[in-house]
């Protein structure tokens, strides 16, 4: 067989059982190169061309789609059309889908003899993903070695965002005047602080149930649905949502809480977060794990979610045994000397009461708040209840709850409530973006998200991203970015399926600085 001749396009089994090994029975030396490339520029080719000049067989591979972590909007192009660009090159033999985050299974796949990057690669400590020297173990565990191109560097991202109205305009002007104050190197270093901040986070714990119906229409003689349900899932939310998020960001991560004596959902929590923190959970048989269940439907072919109901599972009255309280107490002092910042996550279900409130006020180091108000709760838990943060998150209903006369005045309000916390923060606006307020001073930032799977996970993300990085010690603007960056990308996860990963957050910020 002529391998030459081949479709260019070909799958990992294809390369595995097939080409691969006849390219090595005939000596054939193999050069593999990764990435995106969302829009095939000058620089790609360039790269390209050096690294078919390494080897006798030039293999491309990108990442799919869905696994694309430069921000909502991206790539641009789909796989097929990727794929058929890069094939259409002289200089590419075989072009590849890599199923994943990493590029390993391609490595695995091709057994490369040499593993091509770009120069922007050459200085690990350069690297936002930190991925490449696990790579370069890789591909040198297969035998092979990690070379690196030389060029002139040119940026899809750049070119996507300035040329393919990636971006929006209030993005690009927003980011114009952003830049002249912080660089990519500023950001970076914020998240390098952040790493060895030891956190706790308390909070309720929460089960977001989502069933998925087929809605057929309205029922004939009642003002109701008629559903046909297709299938649920569950995720864990609340404070543990919230802990997995920060876990991302800092090594030094601990939940505690109290939750019901429901053994199916503790091993649930212990399974997907032992190694990635400390839990220390107290369990009570009058204090039930709160369930809060969502039908929605969905539109499989644009990945469109829309609510349908909501039912809380949560009793009229919670609370829990006298010494489930007093161990409760003791392990908050105990954590409270231990470390650095406190993420009070106070979702108005029964754990934070008056005691525990005074407590971490008064020995919180650094206290990021954030106190829910919403149908949950009866709207009842207003944030004013708190006389003390550092920083604060509130979204525009509770704002207007806690401060009804600054009802029309978003910005006289959020200045009022800085006055009675003592502290700076943030007002999260949906789809206008959000104001970080400094000193007094408020700045606007827009929303960076592009699409919308669902708005639930995106507060909580926001408030793990940007209080995480206010008490790395970076100012309220450099946390409002951050933080809009990573409710976008939780805006685009469904549910609490998954946390927001640094990496990921990273990549949309530097994103967002080329423009």
């Known amino acids: 067989m002529d391998l030459l001749h081949k479709n260019k396009i070909v ?20 050069a593999l190169c990764h990435g995106v490339f969302d829009l095939v520029h000058p620089g790609h080719i360039i790269h390209l061309e050096q690294a078919k000049a390494m080897a006798d067989i030039l293999v491309v591979s990108i990442t799919a789609a869905e696994y694309v972590r430069k921000g909502p909007g991206r790539p641009y192009f789909d796989d097929e059309m990727r794929m058929k660009t890069l094939a259409a090159l002289e200089c590419v033999d075989y072009v590849m889908l890599s199923e994943g985050y990493t590029v390993d299974d391609i490595v695995e796949c091709v057994e490369p003899d040499i593993y091509v990057k770009g120069e922007e690669y050459a200085r690990a400590e350069d690297d936002i993903t930190g991925k490449i020297s696990e790579e370069k173990a890789l591909v040198e565990k297969h035998g092979g070695r990690i070379e690196y191109t030389t060029g002139q560097t040119f940026s899809s991202t750049n070119l996507i965002n300035t040329a393919l109205a990636g971006l929006s305009d209030e993005v690009k002007c927003y980011m114009e005047d952003f830049t002249t104050r912080y660089s990519m190197e500023d950001i970076r270093t914020f998240a390098a602080r952040a790493e060895n901040l030891k956190v706790l986070v308390v909070g309720d714990i929460i ?25 649920s899932e569950e995720y864990l939310g609340g404070s543990v949502a919230i802990a997995r998020h920060l876990s991302s960001f800092s090594k030094h991560v601990t939940l505690l809480s109290v939750m019901g004596e429901e053994e199916e959902i503790c091993g649930r929590i212990l399974e997907e977060l032992s190694g990635s923190m400390q839990i220390n959970l107290l369990h009570s048989a ?72 005074k407590l971490i006020q008064e020995k919180a180091k650094y206290l990021v708040l954030n106190c829910q108000t919403n149908s949950s709760n009866h709207g009842l838990n207003i944030i004013t209840k708190y006389t003390r943060a550092d920083v ?41 973006g ?82």
């Open 286 to 357: 009058q204090f039930p794990t709160i369930v809060k269940h969502r039908y929605l439907t969905r539109n499989a072919k644009r990945e469109e979610y829309r609510k349908v109901l909501a039912v809380n599972n949560i009793p009229e009255k919670m609370g829990y045994e006298k010494e489930i309280r007093g161990t409760f107490i003791r392990k908050l002092r105990e954590e409270l000397d231990a470390c650095d910042a406190v993420f009070l996550c106070d979702f108005g279900h029964g754990l934070i009461d008056a005691e525990t409130i």
């Open 434 to 515: 959000a104001y970080g307020i400094e000193q007094g001073e408020i700045e606007e930032c827009p929303a960076f998200t592009l699409t919308v799977k669902d708005t639930v996970g995106a507060g909580d993300a926001f408030f793990s991203a940007a209080g995480l990085y206010a008490a790395a010690g970076a100012p309220i603007e450099a946390g409002t970015f951050i933080g809009n960056i990573a409710g976008a990308l939780a805006a685009n996860i469904v549910g609490n399926k998954e946390a927001v990963e640094k990496v990921n957050v990273l990549k949309y910020a530097n994103t967002l600085m080329n423009v």
């Open 207 to 231: 089960i977001d149930k989502y069933t998925y119906c087929d809605v057929q229409g309205l029922m004939s003689k009642d003002m109701g649905y008629s559903a046909r349900i297709q299938n």
């Open 392 to 432: 604060f998150v509130v979204d525009q209903q509770e704002l207007k709850l806690a401060f009804p006369v600054y009802a029309s005045d978003e910005k006289a309000g959020l200045r009022r409530l800085t006055e009675h916390l003592h502290g700076n923060g943030w007002l999260t606006r949906g789809s206008l």
């Open 11 to 30: 799958s990992k089994h294809e390369f595995m059982t097939e080409i691969g090994p006849e390219l090595r029975s005939i000596g054939k030396k193999t």
